[in-house]
């Protein structure tokens, strides 16, 4: 009996020795696999937009059914932009890609994303818009005809119109339910929520800046063209950007600015520069800081409005 029990001990050690060894092997497997399973049972697809703005729209329209991924956030610079390897990992993991639509950063990105993720269906949100071209110039005022379907000159900041934003989450609604056709319900009852609640945002601003129509104001950056052009008013591009321009161009905008009796300068805070400063130093307009890539959309509108209408009687910040 004793020789037997000691048989049946060895047998468990070695037996046990045997399962601690296989489980120290297979652990990292079944952990990473469970890991895998919960991503993708629990999780929810993934879409990736390139700007903040837009993942306003789209969370309106998507409600709590995706998992919105943005590339930039709202303090970053468009043209100094560069994917991170999160951004990489999130247009892999992507089922749609939502661009802005005329940003130089957007066509240098569209070859990696074919490399991580080549099946990934990429939506122009600006198609349908009636594109400006000649205002994302460097000085003077902004020009408003339309633009052709590819130019170098094409104004993108179509986000800035709520006119247009009614475009774009048209174009995103249409895209998810496509993509998604099991939520197509969810996607076109908020998209209606949404889309009514932006044509009251376009009366209600219309109707507060009709006294206003025609007049002028400056901006350094020009991201506000499509919204100037939808209610009659006409914005001074000083710059362009972070680049300095040149000392005729300034005395340019100055002279504009004067002449016809801007009062209201916006500044970009992550993107002005110095020279800026200096132009509404001798100009003396009201400066009020916005941020177009601002994620809260609305509230950056209504600044604008608020600003332009006189509403906003705010001491400027020098």
């Known amino acids: 009996m004793q020789f037997f029990a000691l048989c049946q001990l060895a047998f468990m050690m070695k037996f046990n020795r045997y399962v601690v060894r296989l489980m120290a092997l297979l652990l990292p497997a079944i952990v990473l696999s469970a890991c895998g399973e919960g991503r993708r049972v629990d999780s929810k697809p993934v879409v990736t937009v390139s700007l903040a703005p837009q993942k306003y729209f789209l969370d309106e329209i998507a409600g709590d059914r995706l998992d919105v991924k943005c590339l930039l956030e709202s303090g970053g610079n468009p043209e100094s932009y560069e994917p991170s390897v999160a951004n990489m990992r999130d247009l892999e993991e992507s089922i749609l890609y939502f661009r802005a639509g005329n940003m130089?950063?957007?066509?240098?990105?569209?070859?990696?994303?074919?490399?991580v993720n080549p099946s990934l269906k990429v939506v122009d949100t600006s198609a349908g818009i009636d594109l400006i071209e000649g205002a994302h110039v460097n000085g003077g005022m902004a020009h408003r005809h339309a633009a052709p379907a590819a130019s170098d000159d094409v104004d993108p900041h179509t986000w800035s119109s709520v006119k247009n934003a009614r475009v774009i989450a048209r174009n995103m609604r249409d895209a998810l339910v496509e993509a998604?056709?099991?939520?197509?319900?969810?996607?076109?009852?908020?998209?209606?929520?949404?889309?009514?609640?932006?044509?009251?945002?376009d009366r209600a601003i219309a109707e507060r800046l009709k006294p206003v129509e025609g007049e002028y104001f400056l901006v350094w950056h020009p991201s506000l063209s499509y919204f100037a052009r939808d209610y009659g008013l006409n914005q001074i591009a000083v710059g362009h950007s972070t680049k300095e321009s040149s000392i005729p161009n300034l005395q340019s905008s100055i002279d504009a600015g004067r002449k016809h009796g801007a009062k209201v300068f916006f500044f970009q805070k992550e993107m002005d520069s110095r020279q800026a400063e200096a132009v509404n130093a001798q100009i003396g307009l009201r400066r009020v800081d916005i941020n177009p890539l601002d994620a809260d959309w609305e509230a950056d509108i209504n600044k604008i409005v608020d600003a332009i209408a006189g509403a906003d009687q705010t001491p400027a910040k020098q």
């Open 180 to 201: 998604d056709p099991a939520g197509a319900e969810t996607y076109n009852a908020n998209y209606q929520r949404f889309d009514a609640r932006l044509d009251s945002m």
């Open 104 to 115: 130089a950063f957007e066509d240098r990105l569209l070859e990696r994303i074919g490399e």
